[in-house]
């Protein structure tokens, strides 16, 4: 694919180079620059979406990446984001409303389509975000979720359980739970609305913190397989409820 920045000419790629070669001409050589541009354009491409585009009762916002690490100290403004679309509205909202829905309903299946919508498009939501575009405060979203999750048993993608942050309970946790209980990878992934590739992926780190459970403390664990010390410390809880029970099992044996 030919470099958007090799034709020099007019517009954003234009005052993109003029402004290299005027004020940033340090940075590389004429290749380099055209390269840096190129990038450049891309990340504007990617968060640039045409409003004339979305659909009625859709809206842009700003997501943190799906793939973020979150840190000790780190603050939301430095981590990494996507654009996503959301559903603010739906036509299932009014259908839900014909048939008898409660506005509290209506408003537990808004939340769940919204974080849905926004992890199909690498994104994770917080509360905070949820009770922002819908209008009501953080506590009401997490109670709606909670819910949410109980009546439809399932594990809602929000960044709490996704990034393993705050008191909830993560996907993850839940997934090797259900792995333990000897339940086929598909009916885990059916069950908790995952992919089985990501149901594979956190069985398979469960997998190596079992491997290093004996050997290592759990910070040694959490440093070793990058992990946080929280979902580590799950997955030991999870390690010895299972050797727990096999003892038992022994003993009536």
């Given at each position: 694919m030919?470099?958007?920045?090799?034709?020099?000419?007019?517009?954003?790629?234009g005052?993109?180079?003029?402004?290299?070669?005027?004020?940033?001409?340090?940075?590389?050589?004429?290749?380099?620059?055209?390269?840096?541009?190129?990038?450049?354009?891309?990340?504007?491409q990617?968060?640039?979406?045409?409003?004339?585009?979305?659909?009625?009762?859709?809206?842009?916002?700003?997501?943190?990446?799906?793939?973020?690490?979150?840190?000790?100290?780190?603050?939301?403004?430095?981590?990494?984001?996507?654009?996503?679309?959301?559903?603010?509205?739906?036509e299932?909202?009014?259908?839900?409303?014909?048939?008898?829905?409660?506005?509290?309903?209506?408003?537990?299946y808004?939340?769940?389509?919204?974080?849905?919508?926004?992890?199909?498009?690498?994104?994770?939501?917080?509360?905070?975000?949820?009770?922002?575009?819908?209008?009501?405060?953080?506590?009401?979203?997490?109670k709606?979720?909670?819910?949410?999750?109980?009546?439809?048993?399932?594990?809602?993608?929000?960044?709490?359980?996704?990034?393993?942050?705050?008191?909830?309970?993560?996907?993850?946790?839940?997934?090797?739970?259900?792995?333990?209980?000897?339940?086929?990878?598909?009916?885990i992934?059916?069950?908790?609305?995952?992919?089985?590739?990501?149901?594979?992926r956190?069985?398979?780190?469960?997998?190596?913190?079992?491997m290093?459970?004996?050997?290592?403390?759990?910070?040694?664990?959490?440093?070793?397989?990058?992990?946080?010390?929280?979902?580590?410390?799950?997955?030991?809880?999870?390690?010895?409820?299972?050797?727990?029970?096999?003892?038992?099992?022994?003993?009536?044996?």
């Amino acid at each position: 694919m030919r470099s958007l920045a090799s034709s020099p000419g007019k517009g954003i790629q234009g005052e993109i180079k003029h402004l290299l070669e005027e004020q940033y001409s340090f940075v590389g050589g004429d290749r380099v620059q055209n390269m840096l541009i190129d990038v450049l354009i891309g990340i504007f491409q990617q968060f640039s979406r045409d409003p004339w585009n979305l659909e009625m009762g859709e809206t842009l916002w700003f997501a943190v990446h799906m793939d973020e690490k979150p840190g000790p100290g780190k603050k939301l403004a430095d981590m990494r984001v996507v654009p996503v679309i959301l559903s603010i509205t739906h036509e299932d909202d009014k259908k839900l409303r014909v048939n008898g829905y409660s506005s509290k309903e209506v408003r537990k299946y808004r939340v769940a389509r919204m974080l849905r919508e926004a992890y199909r498009q690498k994104g994770v939501l917080t509360q905070v975000d949820v009770a922002e575009l819908i209008g009501v405060s953080a506590g009401t979203i997490g109670k709606d979720i909670r819910e949410y999750q109980a009546e439809h048993g399932v594990i809602l993608p929000y960044r709490g359980t996704i990034h393993d942050i705050g008191p909830s309970l993560t996907h993850k946790k839940v997934i090797v739970e259900k792995f333990l209980q000897n339940i086929p990878t598909p009916d885990i992934a059916r069950m908790t609305q995952h992919t089985e590739e990501a149901c594979d992926r956190y069985i398979k780190s469960f997998k190596k913190v079992r491997m290093l459970y004996e050997k290592m403390k759990l910070r040694e664990i959490a440093r070793t397989l990058e992990m946080s010390e929280r979902l580590v410390q799950e997955y030991i809880h999870l390690i010895e409820g299972q050797e727990d029970k096999m003892e038992e099992a022994n003993h009536v044996s």
